[in-house]
């Protein structure tokens, strides 16, 4: 049964993955789709009220920002106790005890939050296009009869209005960059548990990097308009914005909710800039744990 | 796997080798620290049972954790077969189990193997073969399919022991193997290990119960606030070499006069002379014997 060490192995990876996500599973971390699912029902009932044009607005204000907030939450917590837990249990030892090289475990963790998310935000994903389409579907139908004696050419740009009101192509690359987004926070927490003493601290410090990651463009221009771009300015700012990454950035639901096209360029821009900070977040986690005594 | 024949004895150099160990564990914010390890050095031969006894916190889990590349040594250098303890590939060879071993509560016994057989290496169905062949030894086959959450002290120390064993190591180490176990629970496991030890497994644990470590260690080293103070071979270290023990049963009160007599004729002296008695552990394992033991596991 002796085999042939290997350095790397795909395979001891998928086997971490896959007990991530086991453990966030049987841990019932879904349970947060339940309530998204609730606010999906709650605000379509709260709006039988508006206009068509406003309903569909609201929908997709709503849903996208639940989305993005679900994500988000479900990146920070789900992420913050896997590795301390592992320390203090003691689980660690007996992984690291078998062939495991340290970055392999991180790998294995991380993957595993990141398929979590994929599938969470696949399934809002999925219902909220789902209600968009039947709300859709309903207001197609009453118009239909409501223009029952109209001429066709007349109907045909009453329905495209419809369509065109409900969904538009910016709805997909939106929710990637969603997704991109809390695939950062996840990165960016497993990195923060590596040194933090307590789940309560890493939480608490994501929350607060949550929110001035929000707000760190709008402050970054403001100091950048009352200081000269010197070097130490750059420096300073290069260590804030890898500390606390732009967030706004990669809130395109605005853009989504007024129809205004995300350009490919723009998209490019964000996705590309989410995988750099996960990655980066990854390998300073890998970094860390590498030094720690365990 | 195990029916493969061992090549123990083939490599040659130790199965475990420690020189001038010393771990020094830092005091946050304290000025002083705690030397929990000073220049240890140990050897252990493939093949051997060695004993690292010791009372508490005199440093056996420390210097266990080195050896498996866990903890980084202040000073000094652990090796396992030769490889060194830092690289990973020296861990292909062992099985560990930590002192009271905690595993993932919402896996069942089945699944925490097979997670551990994967990180191995081991797939398929050569993997589930040896998950069975595990869980039956350890005797947890019907409590397979149980959350470990569900599980006693003494089941997770097993399924502890069928993990260490997953890959079929050439070296087992094991932290307390017996803590927390019941006495016929500790006699299964004892047994476990000289089983080991006929397959040429080398076995390295820690403990502090003597008389067990009595019954099947080769070689027994003494740590006492972390430096090694006594080692050598158990029948050398224990041995009275000038006394005997004779044990007999029905012996007539008239042949014990003979023996006494027949004694205090020579130069030998009776030193003293008792009834057996019974050991508490076997009036135990006699009075709650009359279950099968392994394979009443839930
Ligand atoms: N992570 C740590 N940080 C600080 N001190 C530690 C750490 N681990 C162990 N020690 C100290 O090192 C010493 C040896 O501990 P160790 O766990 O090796 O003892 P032990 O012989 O296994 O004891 P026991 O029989 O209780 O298991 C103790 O004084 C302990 O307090
Ligand atoms: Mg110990």
């Given at each position: 049964?002796?085999?042939?060490?290997?350095?790397?192995?795909?395979?001891?990876?998928?086997?971490?993955?896959?007990?991530t996500?086991?453990?966030?599973?049987?841990?019932?971390?879904?349970?947060?789709?339940?309530?998204?699912?609730?606010?999906?029902?709650?605000?379509?009932?709260?709006?039988?009220?508006?206009?068509?044009?406003?309903?569909?607005?609201?929908?997709?204000?709503?849903?996208?920002?639940?989305?993005?907030?679900?994500?988000?939450?479900?990146?920070?917590?789900?992420?913050?106790?896997?590795?301390?837990?592992?320390?203090?249990?003691?689980?660690?030892?007996?992984?690291?005890?078998?062939?495991?090289?340290?970055?392999?475990?991180?790998?294995?963790?991380?993957?595993?939050?990141?398929?979590?998310?994929?599938?969470?935000?696949?399934?809002?994903?999925?219902?909220?296009?789902?209600?968009?389409?039947?709300?859709?579907?309903?207001?197609?139908?009453?118009?239909?009869?409501?223009?029952?004696?109209?001429?066709?050419?007349?109907?045909?740009?009453?329905?495209?209005?419809?369509?065109?009101?409900?969904?538009?192509?910016?709805?997909?690359?939106?929710?990637?960059?969603?997704?991109?987004?809390?695939?950062?926070?996840?990165?960016?927490?497993?990195?923060?548990?590596?040194?933090?003493?307590?789940?309560?601290?890493?939480?608490?410090?994501?929350?607060?990097?949550?929110?001035?990651?929000?707000?760190?463009?709008?402050?970054?221009?403001?100091w950048?308009?009352?200081?000269?771009?010197?070097?130490?300015?750059?420096?300073?700012?290069?260590?804030?914005?890898?500390?606390?990454?732009?967030?706004?950035?990669?809130?395109?639901?605005?853009?989504?909710?007024?129809?205004?096209?995300?350009?490919?360029?723009?998209?490019?821009?964000?996705?590309?800039?989410?995988?750099?900070?996960?990655?980066?977040?990854?390998?300073?986690?890998?970094?860390?744990?590498?030094?720690?005594?365990? | 796997?195990?029916?493969?024949?061992?090549?123990?004895?083939?490599?040659?150099?130790?199965?475990?080798?420690?020189?001038?160990?010393?771990?020094?564990?830092?005091?946050?914010?304290?000025?002083?620290?705690?030397?929990?390890?000073?220049?240890?050095?140990?050897?252990?031969?493939?093949?051997?049972?060695?004993?690292?006894?010791?009372?508490n916190?005199?440093?056996?889990?420390?210097?266990?954790?080195?050896?498996?590349?866990?903890?980084?040594?202040t000073?000094?250098?652990?090796?396992?077969?030769?490889?060194?303890?830092?690289?990973?590939?020296?861990?292909?060879?062992?099985?560990?189990?930590?002192?009271?071993p905690?595993f993932?509560?919402?896996?069942?016994?089945?699944?925490?193997?097979?997670?551990?057989?994967?990180?191995?290496?081991?797939?398929?169905?050569?993997?589930?073969?040896?998950?069975?062949?595990?869980l039956?030894?350890?005797?947890?086959?019907?409590?397979?399919?149980?959350?470990?959450?569900?599980?006693?002290k003494?089941?997770?120390?097993?399924?502890?022991?069928?993990?260490?064993?997953?890959?079929?190591?050439?070296?087992?180490?094991?932290?307390?193997?017996?803590?927390?176990?019941?006495?016929?629970g500790?006699?299964?496991?004892?047994?476990?290990?000289?089983?080991?030890?006929?397959?040429?497994?080398?076995?390295?644990?820690?403990?502090?119960?003597?008389?067990?470590?009595?019954?099947?260690?080769?070689r027994?080293?003494?740590?006492?606030?972390?430096?090694?103070?006594?080692?050598?071979?158990?029948?050398?270290?224990?041995?009275i070499?000038?006394?005997?023990?004779?044990?007999?049963?029905?012996?007539?009160?008239?042949?014990?006069?003979?023996?006494?007599?027949?004694?205090?004729?020579s130069k030998?002296?009776?030193?003293?002379?008792?009834?057996?008695?019974?050991?508490?552990?076997?009036?135990?394992?006699?009075?709650?014997?009359?279950?099968?033991?392994?394979?009443?596991?839930?």
């Open positions: 049964m002796q085999t042939r060490y290997r350095p790397f192995s795909l395979w001891r990876i998928r086997a971490i993955t896959a007990n996500l086991t453990e966030l599973t049987r841990l019932k971390v879904f349970y947060v789709l339940l309530v998204f699912a609730l606010v999906l029902i709650g605000s379509s009932i709260f709006m039988a009220q508006f206009s068509f044009q406003q309903e569909f607005q609201i929908l997709k204000d709503i849903s996208l920002g639940a989305i993005s907030l679900f994500t988000s939450l479900l990146a920070i917590v789900a992420t913050a106790r896997l590795l301390p837990q592992d320390i203090e249990d003691r689980t660690l030892y007996t992984i690291l005890a078998k062939p495991v090289p340290r970055f392999e475990y991180v790998l294995g963790r991380i993957t595993g939050v990141l398929l979590l998310l994929a599938i969470s935000t696949l399934v809002m994903a999925a219902a909220f296009v789902l209600v968009l389409y039947l709300r859709e579907q309903a207001v197609v139908h009453t118009t239909l009869r409501q223009m029952s004696g109209a001429p066709p050419d007349q109907m045909a740009d009453a329905l495209r209005v419809v369509r065109s009101s409900a969904f538009n192509i910016n709805i997909f690359p939106g929710i990637t960059v969603i997704y991109l987004k809390a695939c950062l926070l996840a990165a960016l927490t497993l990195f923060v548990s590596t040194f933090a003493t307590s789940n309560i601290f890493t939480i608490v410090v994501m929350a607060f990097i949550y929110f001035i990651g929000h707000l760190q463009a709008t402050a970054r221009e403001y950048l308009q009352e200081h000269s771009g010197g070097v130490i300015t750059r420096v300073f700012l290069a260590i804030v914005t890898l500390l606390f990454p732009d967030l706004q950035a990669f809130n395109l639901v605005d853009d989504i909710v007024a129809g205004t096209a995300i350009s490919l360029a723009v998209f490019a821009k964000t996705a590309v800039l989410g995988l750099f900070y996960t990655t980066i977040y990854t390998l300073l986690a890998t970094f860390v744990f590498y030094g720690k005594e365990l | 796997m195990t029916s493969s024949p061992r090549r123990s004895g083939a490599e040659a150099g130790p199965a475990v080798a420690v020189r001038g160990l010393t771990k020094v564990f830092p005091v946050p914010f304290h000025r002083q620290s705690i030397v929990a390890v000073k220049d240890l050095s140990l050897r252990i031969e493939p093949g051997e049972v060695y004993g690292l006894l010791g009372p916190g005199s440093g056996k889990s420390t210097t266990l954790k080195i050896i498996l590349g866990l903890v980084s040594p000073r000094g250098r652990t090796e396992i077969f030769g490889r060194d303890s830092r690289l990973v590939e020296s861990r292909e060879a062992v099985g560990f189990l930590p002192e009271n905690y993932y509560k919402y896996l069942t016994g089945n699944e925490t193997l097979r997670f551990f057989g994967h990180l191995s290496g081991l797939r398929g169905v050569a993997l589930k073969n040896r998950i069975n062949e595990l039956d030894l350890v005797g947890l086959s019907r409590a397979r399919n149980r959350r470990l959450g569900t599980y006693s003494g089941m997770l120390q097993r399924i502890g022991l069928a993990q260490a064993l997953i890959h079929d190591p050439r070296l087992v180490v094991l932290d307390e193997p017996t803590a927390g176990v019941d006495p016929a500790s006699r299964d496991i004892r047994d476990l290990i000289l089983d080991l030890k006929r397959r040429g497994i080398t076995v390295l644990l820690s403990s502090h119960l003597l008389a067990q470590a009595q019954e099947i260690c080769d027994v080293g003494i740590l006492a606030d972390g430096v090694l103070v006594r080692e050598g071979h158990l029948q050398e270290l224990i041995a070499e000038n006394q005997t023990e004779l044990i007999i049963t029905d012996a007539s009160d008239e042949l014990i006069r003979e023996i006494e007599s027949a004694v205090s004729r030998a002296k009776l030193i003293e002379r008792r009834k057996s008695t019974t050991t508490l552990e076997r009036l135990f394992l006699e009075a709650t014997k009359n279950d099968k033991r392994m394979t009443k596991s839930e």
